[in-house]
């Protein structure tokens, strides 16, 4: 099934990896919103879990093995084209994790990646403001669990 155009909602996993007060973000690659700064992820394939589908995307995308702490929020992200048709649907799964090893470095559909401290995330001027926000909520849930990020 073609990602743009979808017969319907493609489901996709995100990884919100905290370490020492920042969280990693990845330049994307692709579309949709190629060169924006975003979470590591991508889509669901057939047969697999959603907690096996959210490690594999971070280690193709980053080079990192991560724990997944907990699912931080289920979300739909739908973007329409100028004459209001559905170009891309994803119903998106975001988890909160930690490096647990591997080297970092940009794979597959992205195009970077790097450590930004929280309290720098409203700068970035190439990530949606939805993106920040979903970010500074997960820390602010893992705060209020007394788990350190």
């Not at 330049?27 to 590591?40: C, F, M």
């Not at 931080?72 to 998106?92: A, G, S």
């Not at 080297?103 to 309290?119: F, H, N, Q, R, Y």
């Not at 190439?126 to 979903?134: F, L």
Request: glycine residues 8%; negative net charge.
């Amino acid at each position: 099934m073609s990602r743009e155009f979808p017969l319907r909602p493609i489901v996709g996993v995100g990884a919100i990896i905290f370490e020492g007060g920042n969280v990693l973000l990845a330049q994307r690659g692709k579309p949709p919103s190629p060169g924006n700064w975003s979470i590591p992820g991508g889509a669901l394939k057939l047969g697999e879990t959603l907690e096996d589908a959210c490690k594999r995307e971070v280690l193709e995308e980053t080079g990192l093995n991560v724990e997944l702490i907990s699912r931080h929020t289920v979300l739909d992200r739908i973007t329409r084209d100028q004459w209001d048709r559905v170009q891309y649907h994803y119903v998106l799964v975001d988890y909160v994790c930690r490096p647990a090893g591997g080297t970092l470095k940009a794979g597959s559909d992205i195009t970077d990646v790097k450590w930004c401290p929280l309290e720098e995330l409203p700068e970035i001027a190439s990530m949606t403001r939805w993106t920040a926000q979903v970010i500074q909520e997960a820390a602010e849930e893992m705060r209020t669990r007394n788990i350190d990020i």
